[in-house]
C-alpha cells in the first residue's frame, strides 16, 4: 500500500503558517512582506505558498516568481513541486498542468520585452549585451566623441558603465551619484551627460539593450497606466525572494504592475543586504509596507532551522555590532557543543592545505564533498585553494566567476548567434567578421556600415566586396550567414553550423584547441536545453549577471565535489560546513571598501552572510600573510594581516581559536615569522585559553 500521505504545510512554524494562507481564497490578495533573520525559512515559505495558491485553484501560468539566479528560480520551482506533490497525494483533484514563470528579474524582463517588443517601439530582433560588450561598447562611444584623445584623465570605460549603471538602478540625478559614490569623476559631469547621451543613441541604432535595459525598459513600459494594467494583469500573483537586494528600479516595477500591491509577496532580511555597490537599497524592504495603494501585512520570523546555536550565537554577535541595528536576534533548538573555528594560519598557501585537510576529514567522518562549501571574498581568492584541489584530486565546482563564458572562443561562437539575430549589433559584428582570414578593423567597419543602411543585412553580405585575401573563407562566412537568417525555427540545428563553420578557425588561431573544442560542443549541449536562439542567447547573458550557471562548466563526471563561491553567490544556500577563507582586514572589509562607513557596514553584512550559510561547521580562516593588490604604482604585495574588525576581541568567546604550522612542510621551507607575528599568533593563542 502507498505510505499515507502527509499534510506537507504541517510542519510550518505559526508565523510561517500565517504568510502561507495569508488571504487564500480571499478576493483580493493584500501586499505581504516576510522579513526575517537567515535561515528562518523564507525562501522555504515562498516555496510553500506557491504549492498553496496552486492547490488552492491558482493558474500556475499566472504566478511569477522572481528570484536572485536562475539556479535559485529553479529550486524554489522544484521545491514548490514536491510540496504540490505531497497535496495532490491528499486531494488529486489540484493537479497542476503548467510551471509558473520563475527567473531573475532580468530574465523576466527580457522575456516581457520581446513579447511587447512591438508595443513600445524595441525591435523584437534585439540582442543583450554583456557586462564585457557593454564596457566595449561605452570605450568606443567615448572614444568617438573625442573624449579619450584631448581628456587624459577621464575615468575609464569600466567606470564610465559603472556610473551610468548605478544612475539608471537608483533613478538619482547623476550629480548625486558623483557626489555619494564616485566623488573624484565630479568634474567629469557635463563630459559624462554627453558620453551617456550618446551611449544611449548607439544601443539605439544597434538594437541592443544592456543589462540596464531589460529593467529600464521594464519599469517604462509600466509606468504606462494602459501597459501597466496589461502586462500586471498577465499574473494574480507576483513573489519576490531576496528583496533586500533589489533597487529602486525594481521597486518601481513592482509599483507599475501592481499599484494596490493586490498579490505581491516579497521576503528577505535587511541584515543581509549585499548588493548596495549595484544599485540595491535596503530602503525597499523598509518601505514596502507604505508602497502600495493597500497597505501591507508584515510578518516576521524568529526560528532559524537552519543552523547550531553556537554557529548562531557567533553570527549573532557580528550583525549585532552593526551601527544599523537590524531586529531580531534568531533561535534555534539545534544544540550543539562545537563552537565555530577561527583558524590562524601562517599565509594564504597553508591556507589551502589546512581547508583541504579539513575538508578531508569531514567527509572521512560522512559529510559528503557536495555538504561542504568554501567561501570567500573574491572570485580570485581561490586560485591557492583550486591548486591544492587538483593536486589531491578532489573534485570542485567554482561559483562566482563567468569563467567559461568569458572565454574568447565562447565569445566568438555567441557572437556569431547574436550576430545573426540582431545584425544591427556592431559589438559582436565587429568580432565575428575579424574571425575571417584577410578581414581586419577597416574592413569589418566598413561592411557593418553597409549592412547598417540596409534593410536586408544578407544581401549586403552577399554584395559586400571582401578583401581577395578572405577567399574562400568568405564565401563560407556569407553561406553560414544566410542560412542562420533563414526564417523558420532551427533550434539547436542553428548552433551546429555555427561549431563547424567555427571548428576550423579554432583549430587554426590556438595552440590549446583541444580543450576550446570540448568547451565548444558543450555550448551546443548546453543550447539543446533551450527552446529558440533568442531564449537562449538571453538566458547565458543574463544568468546571474556575475555568476556561472551549474551547468556551464567542464563536464563533472563525479557526483561528489566541493563546492567555491563567492560570498556573493552563496545567497541564500546552506551547507553542513562551511569554510570561510581571508578573514582578515583588507579583505573582509574589502580594502576597496575601507572608504566610507556606509561600504564597511555592507562588508560586516557580508561576512554574516557567509557565516549563516553554516548548518554544522564553521571555520573562519585568518592567514597571517595576505596578499593584496595595491591601488597605486607600489605594486603587488604580502603584507601582515590583522584577524578582521568584525570579530572582536569580545566575540572571540564564540569561537574555538586553532593556530596551526604545518607540520608536514619540511623544515628548510619554514621561513621564520618576523618577530611582531610570532608575538601577535601567541597573545591570540594563549587567548584561546582564557
Ligand atoms: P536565507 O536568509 O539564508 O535565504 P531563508 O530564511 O530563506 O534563509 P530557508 O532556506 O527557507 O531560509 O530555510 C533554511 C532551512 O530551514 C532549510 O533547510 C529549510 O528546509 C529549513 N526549514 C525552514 N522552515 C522549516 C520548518 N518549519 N521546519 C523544518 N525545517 C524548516
Ligand atoms: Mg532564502
New binding site residues.
Given amino acids: 500500500a502507498a505510505p499515507a500521505a502527509t499534510d506537507p504545510f504541517a510542519?510550518?512554524?505559526e508565523n510561517?503558517r500565517a504568510a502561507v494562507e495569508h488571504d487564500i481564497g480571499a478576493a483580493v490578495s493584500r501586499p505581504l512582506l516576510v522579513i526575517?533573520?537567515?535561515?528562518?525559512?523564507?525562501?522555504?515559505?515562498l516555496a510553500h505558498r506557491v504549492a498553496r495558491l496552486i492547490a488552492s485553484g491558482a493558474d500556475p501560468q499566472r504566478l511569477l516568481l522572481l528570484t536572485f539566479s536562475r539556479r535559485a528560480a529553479q529550486e524554489m520551482t522544484h521545491r514548490a513541486g514536491s510540496v504540490l506533490q505531497k497535496v495532490m497525494k491528499l486531494s488529486p483533484s489540484a493537479a497542476p498542468t503548467s510551471l509558473p514563470w520563475a527567473g531573475t528579474f532580468h530574465a523576466i524582463g527580457a522575456r516581457l520585452l520581446r513579447e511587447y517588443a512591438g508595443r513600445i517601439g524595441l525591435d523584437e530582433s534585439f540582442t543583450i549585451h554583456d557586462r564585457a560588450d557593454s564596457e566595449d561598447l561605452m570605450g568606443l562611444v567615448r572614444h568617438e566623441i573625442g573624449l579619450t584623445q584631448t581628456q587624459k584623465r577621464f575615468p575609464l570605460k569600466g567606470t564610465c558603465l559603472s556610473i551610468y549603471s548605478r544612475v539608471v538602478n537608483s533613478r538619482e540625478p547623476l550629480e548625486d551619484v558623483l557626489k555619494s559614490s564616485f566623488p573624484w569623476c565630479c568634474e567629469w559631469e557635463e563630459q559624462l551627460k554627453k558620453l551617456f547621451g550618446a551611449y544611449v543613441d548607439a544601443k539605439q541604432e544597434q538594437n541592443v539593450l544592456d543589462y540596464d535595459d531589460l529593467l529600464l525598459f521594464w519599469a517604462e513600459m509600466v509606468a504606462d497606466e494602459e501597459l501597466g494594467r496589461e502586462v500586471g494583469g498577465l499574473f494574480d500573483h507576483i513573489l519576490v525572494?531576496?528583496y533586500q537586494d533589489t533597487n529602486r528600479l525594481q521597486a518601481a516595477i513592482l509599483r507599475g504592475m501592481k499599484p494596490n500591491g493586490d498579490g505581491v509577496m516579497v521576503?528577505g532580511?535587511d541584515a543581509?543586504s549585499i548588493y548596495s555597490f549595484r544599485g540595491a537599497t535596503v530602503r525597499n524592504i523598509l518601505d514596502f509596507p507604505k508602497e502600495f495603494g493597500l497597505p501591507a501585512q508584515v510578518v516576521t520570523?524568529d526560528r532559524n532551522?537552519?543552523s547550531t546555536q553556537p554557529i548562531l550565537d557567533a553570527s549573532n554577535a557580528v550583525i549585532e555590532a552593526a551601527l544599523e541595528r537590524h531586529a531580531k536576534t534568531l533561535w534555534t533548538d539545534k544544540i550543539s557543543t562545537t563552537k565555530p573555528q577561527l583558524a590562524l594560519i601562517p599565509d594564504e598557501a597553508e591556507q589551502a592545505r589546512w581547508v583541504c585537510n579539513r575538508v578531508l576529514e569531514h567527509r572521512e567522518a560522512g559529510v559528503a564533498l557536495i555538504d561542504q562549501a568554501v567561501l570567500f571574498r573574491a572570485a580570485s581568492h581561490s586560485a591557492a585553494l583550486e591548486l591544492e584541489l587538483m593536486r589531491r584530486n578532489i573534485p570542485f565546482v567554482k561559483f562566482g566567476g563567468l569563467k567559461f563564458l568569458e572565454a574568447a572562443h565562447i565569445k566568438d561562437v555567441l557572437a556569431v548567434l547574436r550576430f545573426a539575430q540582431n545584425p544591427s549589433g556592431r559589438m559582436a559584428g565587429f568580432r565575428v567578421l575579424q574571425l575571417i582570414p584577410g578581414i581586419g578593423p577597416a574592413t569589418a567597419t566598413r561592411l557593418l556600415d553597409a549592412m547598417g543602411t540596409s534593410s536586408a543585412p544578407v544581401e549586403a553580405v552577399e554584395a559586400f566586396d571582401a578583401p581577395a585575401k578572405a577567399g574562400g573563407e568568405w564565401q563560407a562566412f556569407v553561406d553560414l550567414y544566410r542560412s542562420l537568417r533563414a526564417p523558420g525555427l532551427r533550434w539547436p540545428a542553428d548552433i551546429d553550423l555555427v561549431r563547424a563553420w567555427y571548428l576550423p578557425h579554432l583549430e587554426r588561431m590556438y595552440d590549446d584547441a583541444t580543450v576550446r573544442v570540448a568547451d565548444v560542443e558543450q555550448l551546443s549541449q548546453l543550447a539543446g536545453g533551450y527552446g529558440s536562439r533568442e531564449t537562449f542567447l538571453a538566458e547565458i547573458t543574463l544568468d546571474p549577471p556575475e555568476a556561472t550557471s551549474d551547468r556551464a562548466g567542464p563536464p563533472l563526471l563525479d557526483e561528489d565535489y566541493l563546492i567555491l563561491s563567492t560570498i556573493h553567490s552563496s545567497?541564500?544556500?546552506?551547507w553542513k560546513s562551511v569554510h570561510v577563507l581571508n578573514a582578515v582586514d583588507g579583505c573582509i572589509p574589502s580594502d576597496m571598501a575601507t572608504g566610507n562607513q556606509a561600504d564597511i557596514e555592507e562588508e560586516r553584512r557580508l561576512l554574516y552572510?557567509a557565516m549563516?550559510?553554516a548548518k554544522e561547521h564553521l571555520h573562519i580562516v585568518v592567514p597571517n600573510k595576505f596578499f593584496i593588490k595595491q591601488q597605486a604604482q607600489m605594486g603587488d604585495r604580502h603584507v601582515y594581516a590583522q584577524r578582521t574588525r568584525f570579530i572582536t576581541p569580545a566575540m572571540l568567546k564564540h569561537f574555538e581559536e586553532t593556530v596551526w604550522f604545518n607540520a608536514d612542510t619540511p623544515k628548510d621551507k619554514q621561513k621564520p615569522m618576523p618577530e611582531s607575528v610570532r608575538m601577535l599568533v601567541r597573545d591570540r593563542a594563549r587567548s584561546a585559553w582564557k
Avoid: F, H, M, P
Fill in positions: 510542519g510550518l512554524n510561517q526575517a533573520g537567515a535561515g528562518s525559512g523564507k525562501t522555504n515559505t525572494d531576496e521576503v532580511d543581509q520570523l532551522y537552519r545567497k541564500g544556500q546552506e552572510v549563516t550559510r
